[in-house]
């Protein structure tokens, strides 16, 4: 793919300019515009940096790296500032703002061995997203013009499986020639491993390579496709033909995501919520096709298990054996016993980024126990109660509204259901793309789910 290196410099340039035409339509008070940022500059984000470190601008890369807060807060100030009255706080705001303050006060207790501003960078890293969630609780819904925002999203599905069809064409890496491997080790402080010098998350056992397209890992990647399918359920739950070649294409860029990525989790999460959307709608085709599909997939295990490596590689999966699997497992009971022996947490920094790049982690790989390994069981019912509240909101809406509302209801209801799975087995919050559009999506659900209980239309809330 070394003929792609002249035109690198396309993605720094889609990124500062959806940083800045962002910033330019939050002044305009259109504050919704943060979503152009959020859907083009957020899965680019560190392949941006990338290229800017192997550009030799490495020294503008601290202030890079700053651009999503100063962007989310900028937003949220000029929200607060134009605010007429403040609205009631529903149940999900109380429990987003206790678990903020709770974890705050964790950067001040002598709990742990990290300093002060360790414990700051670790704060944010689990407790930055109430400031997105505010965003979305503070924007008036009306204002949103929903679908537009969807059809973006497919597109950059779309241009997400375009660079995909590149590297399964050049059996190459992206990251190979944009410097990842570089900016990892002078920022972040990992050194190169796997086959490729990239990291061993773009490769499977036997040195099966998976793909990231142009977001940060695989992982992410194949997260990512998660919002992708929750966006065109909800899409084609319109019965609108206007947009459908970009269904038709996003459908495809979606599949060769999920499965060029081999991520597991996400691939069981996508299969999950199509099911699980098919029986709470009833949905008697989309069970039918859903049914064909397995019986395909099973068809197709069994035509790989001729192979050795891909054989390995599922087997592997179900009794844990492999490194991957394994390497979950150990991480799991490491931070199950470390939550156990300390139930209150062993202070900020503990587990996740802080302690993983300097080799002292404590559990992981698990959102929930990343969160308890550092602030405890409380942090955790907090984190799960978010979840739930989210889920059942987003049922009653798209069971008992319509328009705007029922959209909304069917995408997340599926999104936040199909990242059960990838939450047990990743930091999730650390895949900024659907971290900060789920959470957006999220404070507006909870806006508009408030509005229905005050107007009283359906009579059922």
Known sequence: MNFLIPFLSIFPLVYFASFFYSVKETLSKQHDGILIFFIFGLPI?????????????????????????????ITLGLLIYELEEYPSLTNLDKIILVYFFYNLIYIFLPIGGYSIFEKAIAFKNIAFFPFIYFIGRLIKPETIWVSKYKILICILAIASGSVLLLEIATYTHLQSITGYSDYNFTFLGIEPTGHDGLTWTF????????????????????????????VLIALMSKQDSANRNIILLTILAALLSVVFALSRASLAGFLLVIYIFAIVTKKKKILLAF??????????????????????FIINTFNFSNSSSLSHLVEWVDGIESITAHPLGIGL?????????????????????????????????????????????????????????????????????????????????????????????????????????????????
Do not use: C
């Open 291 to 312: 049914h064909i599909a397995m019986a395909v997939i099973l068809i197709v295990i069994l035509y790989f298990l001729t192979d050795h490596t891909l054989s390995e």
């Open 45 to 73: 984000y560190i392949t941006t940096l990338s290229i800017l470190n192997l550009y030799g601008l490495g020294d503008f890369i601290p202030l890079v790296q700053y651009t999503k807060e100063i962007i989310v807060l």
């Open 203 to 230: 490769e499977i056992e036997g040195g099966i390579k998976r793909f990231a397209s142009f977001f940060a890992n695989p992982l992410e990647h194949a997260a990512a496709t998660l919002l992708t399918i929750a």
């Open 349 to 461: 920094g503990e587990s996740g980024r802080i302690a993983g790049e300097l080799g002292l982690n404590t559990g992981g790989e698990n959102q929930l126990i990343i969160l308890g390994v550092q602030t405890g069981i409380i942090s955790i019912s907090l984190y799960i109660s978010m979840l739930i509240i989210s889920i059942h909101w987003s049922i009653k809406l798209f069971t008992k509204s319509s328009g705007k509302s029922k959209q909304l209801g069917i995408l997340l209801f599926v999104f936040k259901v199909g990242m059960i799975i990838p939450m047990l087995t990743a930091s999730i919050e650390s895949y900024l793309y659907i971290s900060y559009l789920g959470w957006f999506l999220t404070g507006l659900l909870s806006s508009i789910y408030q509005q229905l209980i005050i107007k009283k239309e359906y009579g059922v809330f």
